[in-house]
């Protein structure tokens, strides 16, 4: 069994950085790629970014290009998203996910395992 845990969301202003992670626990061996997804208020799922655990490799939705950076620290079991220049349509409550197969990155029921979730608004 697998555990996620978000931290980092919060209230900004429109411009400015916010940093949330992703503490994974539990059987963490079986994962192999790691995602981060948001939920605008009343909307569904989107993909925002994705991280292969081995090797790095890394996918972005074209809304955060530029703007976001995710990234992984594996001797922490933790993974990051920096999201700058962030804007009012970035509100969302933001969730961590994790998956032990390969398929497309932005497709929510490909993974296995979900964090709570953790709220950034943007105003």
């Known amino acids: 069994h697998v555990q996620l845990v978000e931290s980092g969301g919060g209230s900004v202003q429109a411009g400015g950085s916010l940093t949330l992670s992703c503490v994974v626990s539990?059987?963490?061996?079986?994962?192999?790629?790691m995602g981060w997804f948001r939920q605008p208020t009343g909307k569904e799922h989107e993909g925002v970014a994705s991280?292969?655990?081995?090797?790095?490799?890394?996918n972005y939705a074209d809304f955060v290009k530029g703007r976001f950076t995710i990234s992984r620290d594996n001797a922490k079991n933790t993974v990051y998203l920096q999201m700058n220049s962030l804007k009012p349509e970035d509100t969302a409550m933001y969730y961590c996910?994790?998956?032990?197969?390969?398929?497309?990155?932005?497709?929510?029921?490909?993974?296995?395992?979900w964090g709570q979730g953790t709220q950034v608004t943007v105003s």
């Open positions: 539990g059987s963490t061996t079986s994962l192999n790629c």
């Open positions: 996910a994790a998956r032990s197969t390969f398929g497309l990155w932005y497709r929510d029921s490909e993974y296995n395992y």
């Open positions: 991280i292969v655990l081995f090797h790095g490799a890394t």
